[in-house]
């Protein structure tokens, strides 16, 4: 409970909430609130997803959230597949779409079982590598290349 709490206010899902009616112009930045719309689309935040069987389904609020902790549950060797790439797009909300938005992910695996990362469509590359070690923390920097098009880039784990 504590640690939700500190995870809560050193990272936050997102830093202030733009007012309504306004919407950020992407390419622009359209000055404050460009900038207020790349930071809350950068915040990280801690999201759970439980393990189970062979194959679990990332969502893709978990994907936004910055911080994917995987959690027991997996019968062996599984798969973790993210959301469709135009899912993840849409959800980040506006950002630029000329590949100067980046935002690092973590995967935390505490399942007790290696697994494997996997794009959900064909629109998304994993550059790297692609397993999730059992008690491993695996960064990746999230790369959104245009409209349609995500690149994660394997930027190496830490033990547990």
Known sequence: ??????????????????????????????????????????????????TAGTNVNIPVASVVA????????ASGTFTATLPSTSAIIAALGPIPLDASFQKPMSFINNSGQAGTLTAGDANTTIVGTALLGSTYNRTYMMQVLGSANISLSNMGYLPL
């Open 1 to 50: 409970m504590i640690r939700k709490l500190i995870s809560s206010i050193f990272r936050p899902e997102i830093i202030s909430p733009l007012p309504k009616g306004i919407v950020a112009d992407p390419v622009g930045g359209n000055g404050l609130f460009g900038f207020w719309s790349a930071s809350n689309a950068n915040s990280e935040s801690l999201s759970s997803t439980a």
């Open 66 to 73: 910055g911080v994917v902790q995987l959690n027991t549950g």
